[in-house]
């Protein structure tokens, strides 16, 4: 167990809908990572927040936004939801953000787009 | 921009034989390199990390992986694979003066009784 925890585990939803993913980081980690692993795309890097504050951005949509919350906790949002966004989206959380911290993966939401 | 490839996508190894999983890189400036193991419906798990310092690195479960900046290489090895190093291996990058790490695509690994 990472100490990092997702919710849902799994989601459902139609083309066109929105959704929102929440993630918790380990105690005491500042800075919290989003990824999406599909078989086509692999592990693509979306955005990073350090204490409340957008530090990276990746691979992110349009479509797609995210924030930190003051009790550090993340949320993910997919709008406008499409077939091809169906993925694992994994949330990771590291000390101090910084390159050389190694990163602790929570065990991911799957979302389904039918 | 960084990169990393993972030329392999599957390695096939008999228990108790030697494991390598190749990782080479690109990067400005100094990299930062990591290992990260995915077992089946789970999150990924850190190995282990090149820093700074020896370039021979060790690692969790009896891995370790070797520093070559002439050939930008960040080799993973076990001297004995066993069983339960059946997993989805990825190799990852990132600059010393970045925030974003670049994934590989994963090496799967299996390790036959």
């Known amino acids: 167990d990472s100490g990092v925890t997702q919710t849902p585990k799994h989601l459902i939803t139609a083309t066109g809908q929105r959704v929102t993913l929440r993630c918790s980081p380990r105690?005491?980690?500042?800075?919290v990572y989003w990824y999406q692993q599909s078989l086509d795309q692999g592990l693509q890097f979306l955005i990073q927040y350090y204490n409340g504050e957008e530090r990276a951005k990746g691979n992110i949509l349009e479509r797609f936004s995210a924030q930190q919350f003051p009790d550090l906790h993340s949320e993910l949002n997919l709008s406008s939801l499409e077939l091809g966004d169906s993925a694992l989206y994994f949330c990771?959380?590291?000390?101090?953000?910084?390159?050389?911290?190694?990163?602790?993966f929570g065990p991911g939401t799957r979302l389904t787009v039918l | 921009a960084q990169s990393v490839a993972q030329p392999e996508d599957q390695v096939n190894v008999a228990e108790g034989n030697p494991l390598t999983v190749k990782c080479t890189y690109s990067?400005?400036?100094?990299?930062?390199l990591f290992w990260y193991v995915q077992y089946p419906n789970r999150g990924l798990q850190f190995l282990l990390k090149?820093?700074?310092?020896?370039?021979l690195v060790k690692g969790s479960y009896g891995f370790e992986a070797e520093f070559n900046k002439s050939q930008t290489s960040f080799h993973l090895k076990k001297p004995s694979a066993l069983v339960s190093d059946s997993a989805l291996y990825f190799c990852?990058?990132?600059?010393?003066?970045?925030?974003?790490?670049?994934f590989g695509a994963g090496t799967t690994v299996t390790v036959r009784a």
């Open positions: 990852a990058v990132g600059p010393s003066n970045d925030y974003k790490l670049s």
């Open positions: 990067v400005s400036g100094n990299p930062y």
């Open positions: 105690s005491g980690d500042l800075s």
């Open positions: 990771a959380s590291s000390a101090s953000g910084e390159n050389n911290n190694e990163q602790f």
């Open positions: 090149y820093i700074t310092g020896d370039n």
